[in-house]
């Protein structure tokens, strides 16, 4: 076997593994069709069998360095997990990480499986096993793949959740080993290599999928409370104050030091109208050229009166945005995401910004979920 360098790595094969290649790829392209197809459990075990029976030796797997923003629990897990798959007897593979294969096939993401199946044949691996490990909040949840090189199609995957202290030092080799046996249970693994691991289901069990909890986010009182939910209900408290404070001033300034100017200047206006508002006689008032007011002393009380009034209601319905947002962000402090719900609800929601090196560049690009 060779591997050429070009635009991407190139196998060239001579005929003989070709042809046992082929072989493999044909029996195992229709042991998916059949099961599909619902034959009983025990023609599927024969197929299977069959299979297992020419190529006895373990595959050759490799598996990546699962991406993650969390570098050290990743690293945790990538560790673990090749352990757990070489108990399997599937190991013996390189061991790079799932960025690195992207990068340096300049694969669209994992989901590109004809790019994936081309860096296993790359690495000379029969399995490539890659995911990504994703943080939200206080948990974490586990995507991971296991893709049939040799046929190009994704053999097992699955989604699992897990809380923090799953990852800590001391579970984590037990939590690598969940993960493993979610993919292949020990029962029957010859059967489950041939069936999507989340797509498994016994006669008497519900579909994994409704296992899960409905409810996504719980109320109650929690710890540790997130940051921004602190300094939200912070930041409400305080425009409430301000905005009261301005309000009160307002009201003061125009309704206590300046209304009683404004009667007086009324009183001294021959042309006022009679019983005319304090407000309306001075939106009159400053609509006039001021040189040309001839009560200057007027004039100048009708614009305190009215810069007042003005703060005094800004001030209300800064106030009142401040207390709706209190209340919000009141509510958010006892509001939290249920671990044991469906791991769909548990993405990340934050933006990444990444890069890395390319032939002939570079490259930069951002990930979110909102």
């Known amino acids: 076997m060779q591997l050429l360098v070009g635009p991407r790595p190139r196998l060239i094969m001579n005929s003989r593994p070709l042809f046992a290649s082929l072989l493999c790829a044909s029996l195992a392209s229709f042991a998916p069709v059949a099961a599909h197809a619902q034959l009983p459990p025990a023609g599927v075990s024969a197929v299977m069998a069959s299979m297992a029976s020419m190529d006895a030796e373990p595959a050759v797997t490799s598996v990546l360095g699962l991406r993650s923003e969390d570098t050290k629990a990743g690293e945790r897990l990538t560790t673990s997990l090749r352990s757990a798959f070489a108990e399997r007897e599937m190991s013996g593979g390189q061991e790079l990480t799932l960025e690195e294969v992207i990068l340096t096939l300049d694969c669209s993401s994992e989901e590109d499986t004809a790019c994936m199946t081309e860096a296993g044949g790359a690495l000379e691996a029969q399995k490539l096993v890659y995911g990504s490990l994703k943080k939200s909040g206080g948990s974490y949840v586990v ?209 990444r910004l990444s890069g890395g090196p390319m032939r002939g560049g570079a490259m930069i690009g951002g990930q979110g979920r909102f």
């Open 143 to 351: 995507e991971i793949s296991v893709l049939d090189v040799t046929t190009g199609q994704v053999e097992a995957q699955g989604t699992l959740p897990f809380d923090a202290e799953a990852l800590a030092a001391g579970n984590v080799d037990a939590t690598a080993t969940e993960v493993v046996n979610s993919l292949y249970p020990q029962a029957d693994s010859a059967v489950v290599a041939a069936t999507p691991a989340e797509n498994l289901q016994t006669e008497n069990d519900a579909p994994l999928e409704d296992e899960a909890t409905d409810d996504r986010y719980i109320w109650g009182p929690y710890k540790p409370r997130p940051t921004w939910k602190k300094v939200g209900l912070g930041v409400s408290a305080g425009v409430v104050v301000l905005g009261t404070a301005a309000s009160i001033a307002g009201w003061w300034y125009y309704k206590q030091k300046h209304e009683d100017k404004v009667i007086a200047a009324i009183a001294r206006d021959n042309d006022a109208a009679p019983g005319v508002e304090s407000i309306a006689y001075c939106r009159d008032i400053l609509k006039q050229d001021p040189k040309a007011v001839d009560d200057q002393e007027g004039s100048f009380a009708c614009q305190s009166f009215v810069g007042g009034r003005n703060v005094n209601i800004a001030g209300a319905a800064v106030a009142v945005v401040g207390g709706i947002s209190t209340i919000v962000f009141t509510t958010l402090m006892f509001v939290h995401r249920n671990k044991d719900s469906d791991s769909t609800s548990a993405q990340s929601q934050r933006f």
